[in-house]
């Protein structure tokens, strides 16, 4: 099937009209009609080769949401006219331990992503930035009825991506959460904190997020540059959850964790880190990693956000306005997710 997108064909090119082929449906397989699709990061990261070597042409997009148009014969979990979405992965090996716990995004044999990639079979996958795409019915969630189809596009990646952390280590009643930096991720972070119950403050290096981050939720504001402050806060925190890429010196945000305090990283910086052990080994602190979440907890945050009444901050934008969007995703300038309408493709 022909379908209408937005490619790079090459890196660092801007982004064009361009078609591509979605394949026949199989069996277990789910036609979307795409009706939102979210501008992350990483798309800017991957079609530039900031991160590694690219597949092109590229057609980003791993933030989608959509009408189910046809379903194979074998799918008994949608039908035409469910509202659906996609998020970063579209395939795994379901065999090995992590797949069988529900963990598919940390699949022993890796994840097939949504795009620059490649499935099992050498098949390169293409992504949201387009008009339709055809998925394996088990990487399909439900996007339940509370939420709009355009906030709930980046819950598929941003939304998964600070939720997975804060239920991992414990977010809750009586628990003292840090958010670091307030982007498509950290506006996602205080708001699912602050749904769980746990008392959240936003940790920045700009004090003019003071304001939107208690609009969003957070209890408080903690500003890097102000050492009376960060004094005051050390060893108070049980969680940080920290969004930023940018490389920063993370001796004075470690020195927040309480004894067995966990900063969990989800931005993903490009240039490797520096830090002392001392502040970690003197308080049995830890500093982790997670990667977006799982088929199940996937299914779980977009219950638990129509549950509680909230999605993502959006501003929707058509095909035609991407590369004026990447720029200014680049310069921090958008509150807080791009959501491109796929009926401008």
């Not at 240039?271 to 979440?293: H, T």
Request: proline content about 5%; some cysteine.
């Amino acid at each position: 099937m022909e379908t209408a997108a937005y490619a790079a064909m090459s890196a660092g090119a801007p982004l064009e009209p361009h078609t591509i082929e979605r394949r026949d449906l199989r069996p277990h397989d789910v036609l979307i009609d795409i009706k939102y699709s979210g501008i992350c990061h990483s798309d800017i990261h991957q079609a530039r080769e900031e991160w590694f070597t690219s597949i092109f042409p590229m057609v980003p997009g791993h933030e989608i949401a959509g009408i189910v148009s046809a379903v194979g014969s074998d799918v008994t979990d949608f039908k035409p006219g469910d509202r659906v979405g996609v998020g970063v992965f579209v395939g795994a090996c379901m065999e090995c331990d992590n797949c069988k716990r529900g963990l598919e995004n940390y699949c022993f044999k890796g994840f097939v992503p949504t795009y620059n990639g490649k499935d099992y079979e050498g098949t390169v996958m293409h992504g949201g930035y387009s008009s339709a795409i055809v998925v394996e019915d088990h990487y399909v969630l439900h996007i339940p009825d509370g939420i709009e189809l355009d906030v709930a596009a980046p819950l598929l990646c941003a939304g998964i991506t600070t939720y997975s952390p804060l239920r991992e280590w414990g977010a809750g009643p009586g628990k003292k959460v840090g958010i670091m930096g307030l982007g498509g991720l950290g506006h996602m972070g205080v708001k699912h904190a602050h749904a769980m119950g746990a008392e959240v403050t936003l940790i920045s290096h700009s004090p003019s997020k003071e304001e939107d981050a208690k609009r969003l939720g957070a209890d408080h504001f903690l500003l890097l540059s102000d050492k009376q402050a960060m004094k005051d806060n050390a060893m108070t925190f049980d969680l940080i959850v920290n969004t930023v890429s940018a490389p920063i010196d993370l001796n004075p945000v470690i020195n927040l964790l309480a004894t067995d305090g966990t900063m969990a990283y989800v931005g993903l910086p490009d240039k490797p880190l520096e830090m002392s052990i001392f502040p970690l080994n003197m308080q049995r602190r830890r500093i982790a990693g997670s990667n977006i979440g799982g088929i199940r907890e996937t299914q779980e945050m977009l219950d638990f956000c129509a549950e509680h009444g909230y999605a993502s901050d959006v501003e929707v934008i058509s095909a035609d306005q991407i590369n004026e969007a990447w720029e200014r995703v680049v310069n921090s300038d958008v509150r807080y997710r791009f959501v491109i309408d796929a009926s401008t493709f």
